[in-house]
């Protein structure tokens, strides 16, 4: 999460589903900082937030908490 791809001249930030830490994978330290985040105790940047919205409706709830969960286990 937070490269930059250039292609075309044009920049593209990648963005993986679940990966809030930005370490390239989603795992256990990526769910417990949104366990956080969604008791108030941390605030996000807009790439850790694009990264935790698993669902991808534009909100940050306990369904994309559920989501990296799933992301996790498979």
Request: glycine share 6%; proline share 0%; charged share 30%.
């Amino acid at each position: 999460t937070g490269d930059i791809l250039t292609y075309d001249n044009k920049e593209y930030t990648l963005i993986v589903s679940g990966d809030i830490n930005k370490d390239g994978n989603c795992g256990i330290h990526d769910l417990v900082s949104f366990r956080k985040y969604l008791l108030e105790y941390s605030t996000y940047d807009n790439l850790e937030k694009m990264a935790a919205d698993t669902n991808q409706d534009n909100s940050l709830d306990i369904k994309d908490l559920v989501g990296i969960r799933k992301i996790i286990l498979n």
